[in-house]
């Protein structure tokens, strides 16, 4: 593929490129989260006029908006901006994360890396690649972003490849492991306690497996690769060429040279590469013993109560900082503890941008949660899917849809599972359908819906990812870019569920497709 490439054609293409066009239009996306919370706090005043019918499903009290115009919430909003900053969530992940990575990046650890693995490699197989590294790294949870992005980009663009497309494949490999990947995540324990507590609503004596989904989860994943690397490499990386032309002059830029490997640079690599074996082994001989202090009260690694995973992102600026320090200083890229420090000076330039931008997000999640309109929204679409009363299968797809169109809005898969699994859980109960069953249909379009909203935190960091190559590029950019993948990985994910279901195939351990449960 070469920047050449003509315009692709099709309907599809061009749907894309209205939104595109659409998208960069409007205003910054710091300006976006202005305006929505501007918004929200008009709402919040037109509809606290207002009394709804709606029950919390937790305390069975009637849903009533907060005015967070009024006086005393007007004061609470200003009082609490600052903590509200330094509560947003990919704050302090992205700034910690990156000041390791800062380490690594400006030892030049990173760039022998790549060169290391674009000479193992092929560039035929490269998409697959990241995808199925993409997938593994849901492990990390929300820091990987910081991380896997900016790394696929240019290993792409190594490879003479569109970066951009990088950035997509990865991005949309790592939504899809939070519903199809090879091994459990961290959101796992966390999903299934909110589906445990909803189902013991309607029978207090019911049990929800942690690994409920592990099957479906398992066998997904060959699906969600075919699916992105059919979309990377037949959609959106020919589009990307004709559309997003690179920027003049990056083959000048040091950061995206790929050079021979010295043998000074292969002695300091090897150096780094024993101190990350020895940090992960290290890491392992604390975690392996049954008693260990970095193992939850219950004695799992993976629940958020365990201490190593609270520890996720000061383990990752340790497992970049370190072997980046011992690469510098023997390849003499750091000649003193000052080049060390200016290494992450340097890199945190790049986050100016987002942490205005974090700014403005936290107080808007702030009213938005606050005012109740979240809650509201949620509670009266599942009660209108209830009201229709359809058969269980189209019950079951009412979900997904809704949940998609909702996760435009909502992106916290937590935060909605929380209210959701509430009403959809006995709801479905009641209709024959499982816990389990309903758990996995919530999280298809939670993983595929997220790519493509301006809402996701993390669009301002992978916007500045993109503008690194393109400086043109902008909000209409990314979410075209990622809107086939949310189509392919919804069609594929569905597909994939539906057809478990119907063949019959355990979906989990301890799990079923019916309520009551067949013994």
């Given at each position: 593929?070469?920047?050449?490439?003509?315009?692709?054609?099709?309907?599809?293409?061009?749907?894309?490129?209205?939104?595109?066009?659409?998208?960069?239009?409007?205003?910054?996306?710091?300006?976006?989260?202005?305006?929505?919370?501007?918004?929200?706090?008009?709402?919040?005043?037109?509809?606290?006029?207002?009394?709804?019918?709606?029950?919390?499903?937790?305390?069975?009290?009637?849903?009533?908006?907060?005015?967070?115009?009024?006086?005393?919430?007007?004061?609470?909003?200003?009082?609490?901006?600052?903590?509200?900053?330094?509560?947003?969530?990919?704050?302090?992940i992205?700034?910690?994360?990156?000041?390791?990575?800062?380490?690594?990046?400006?030892?030049?650890?990173?760039?022998?890396?790549?060169?290391?693995?674009?000479?193992?490699i092929?560039?035929?197989?490269?998409?697959?690649?990241?995808?199925?590294?993409?997938i593994?790294?849901?492990?990390?949870?929300?820091?990987v972003?910081?991380?896997?992005?900016p790394?696929?980009?240019?290993?792409?663009?190594?490879?003479?490849?569109?970066?951009?497309?990088?950035?997509?494949?990865?991005?949309?490999?790592?939504?899809?492991?939070?519903?199809?990947?090879?091994t459990?995540?961290?959101?796992?324990?966390?999903?299934?306690?909110?589906?445990?507590?909803?189902?013991?609503?309607?029978?207090?004596?019911?049990?929800?497996?942690?690994?409920?989904?592990?099957?479906?989860?398992?066998?997904?994943?060959f699906?969600?690769?075919?699916?992105c690397?059919?979309?990377?490499?037949?959609?959106?990386?020919?589009?990307?060429?004709?559309?997003?032309?690179?920027?003049?002059?990056?083959?000048?830029?040091?950061?995206?040279?790929?050079?021979?490997?010295?043998?000074?640079?292969?002695?300091?690599?090897?150096?780094?590469?024993?101190?990350?074996?020895?940090?992960?082994?290290?890491?392992?001989?604390?975690?392996?013993?049954?008693?260990?202090?970095?193992?939850?009260?219950?004695?799992?690694?993976?629940?958020?109560?365990?201490p190593?995973?609270?520890?996720?992102?000061?383990?990752?600026?340790?497992?970049?900082?370190?072997?980046?320090?011992?690469?510098?200083?023997?390849?003499?890229?750091?000649?003193s503890?000052?080049?060390?420090?200016?290494?992450?000076e340097?890199?945190?330039?790049?986050?100016?941008?987002?942490?205005?931008?974090?700014?403005?997000?936290?107080?808007?999640l702030?009213?938005?949660?606050?005012?109740?309109?979240?809650?509201l929204?949620?509670?009266?679409?599942?009660?209108?899917?209830?009201?229709?009363?359809?058969?269980?299968?189209?019950?079951?797809?009412?979900?997904?849809?809704?949940?998609?169109?909702?996760?435009?809005?909502?992106?916290?898969?937590?935060?909605?599972w929380?209210?959701?699994?509430?009403?959809?859980?006995?709801?479905?109960?009641?209709?024959?359908?499982?816990?389990?069953?309903?758990?996995?249909a919530?999280?298809?379009?939670?993983?595929?819906?997220?790519?493509?909203?301006?809402?996701?935190?993390?669009?301002?960091?992978?916007?500045?990812?993109?503008q690194?190559?393109?400086?043109?590029?902008?909000?209409?950019t990314?979410?075209s870019?990622?809107?086939?993948?949310?189509?392919?990985?919804?069609?594929?994910?569905?597909?994939?569920?539906?057809?478990?279901?119907g063949?019959?195939?355990?979906?989990?351990?301890?799990?079923?497709?019916?309520?009551?449960?067949?013994?």
């Open positions: 593929m070469t920047p050449t490439t003509p315009q692709p054609t099709g309907a599809l293409n061009r749907f894309l490129n209205v939104i595109e066009a659409a998208g960069n239009k409007l205003p910054h996306i710091t300006m976006l989260f202005i305006w929505a919370l501007v918004i929200t706090c008009v709402l919040s005043f037109v509809l606290s006029f207002f009394t709804f019918d709606y029950r919390h499903p937790t305390t069975g009290q009637i849903i009533q908006v907060v005015n967070i115009l009024s006086p005393q919430n007007l004061l609470d909003l200003v009082i609490s901006s600052v903590r509200n900053f330094m509560n947003f969530p990919p704050l302090g992205t700034l910690v994360a990156t000041l390791g990575i800062g380490i690594a990046e400006g030892s030049g650890f990173i760039r022998t890396l790549l060169r290391k693995l674009m000479s193992y092929p560039r035929s197989a490269l998409t697959p690649a990241v995808i199925v590294v993409s593994i790294c849901h492990l990390a949870s929300d820091s972003y910081v991380i896997l992005m790394l696929a980009a240019l290993m792409f663009y190594a490879a003479g490849r569109h970066p951009l497309a990088g950035v997509a494949c990865s991005f949309a490999g790592l939504s899809g492991g939070f519903t199809a990947s090879y459990p995540s961290v959101i796992d324990p966390i999903m299934q306690s909110f589906t445990q507590s909803a189902a013991q609503s309607i029978d207090p004596t019911y049990t929800v497996n942690v690994l409920c989904n592990y099957f479906y989860a398992l066998g997904g994943t699906f969600v690769i075919a699916a690397w059919y979309v990377t490499d037949k959609i959106v990386e020919p589009r990307l060429w004709a559309t997003m032309p690179l920027d003049k002059g990056l083959e000048k830029d040091p950061d995206l040279q790929i050079t021979p490997i010295t043998d000074l640079e292969n002695k300091a690599y090897r150096r780094a590469g024993l101190v990350f074996l020895g940090l992960g082994v290290l890491l392992f001989a604390l975690c392996f013993p049954e008693n260990s202090m970095l193992r939850a009260p219950d004695g799992s690694l993976t629940s958020p109560k365990a190593v995973m609270q520890a996720i992102v000061p383990l990752l600026f340790i497992f970049f900082a370190l072997p980046g320090i011992v690469y510098g200083y023997t390849a003499g890229t750091f000649k503890s000052t080049d060390v420090i200016h290494s992450m340097e890199i945190m330039k790049m986050l100016l941008g987002f942490m205005v931008f974090a700014f403005f997000a936290a107080q808007f702030y009213v938005f949660g606050k005012s109740n309109i979240g809650t929204m949620a509670i009266s679409g599942a009660q209108f899917l209830k009201e229709l009363g359809m058969p269980s299968t189209i019950s079951l797809l009412g979900i997904i849809i809704f949940t998609g169109f909702l996760n435009l809005l909502i992106t916290s898969a937590t935060s909605k929380a209210i959701l699994s509430t009403i959809f859980v006995p709801m479905l109960m009641l209709l024959g359908i499982s816990p389990e069953l309903t758990q996995a919530f999280r298809v379009s939670d993983s595929a819906v997220n790519v493509c909203t301006p809402m996701f935190p993390f669009y301002p960091l992978l916007i500045m990812y993109c690194k190559y393109c400086k043109k590029a902008g909000v209409g990314l979410s870019m990622m809107l086939p993948y949310t189509f392919a990985l919804l069609i594929v994910l569905t597909a994939v569920l539906y057809a478990y279901w063949l019959g195939l355990p979906i989990g351990f301890d799990s079923g497709y019916v309520y009551p449960p067949v013994k």
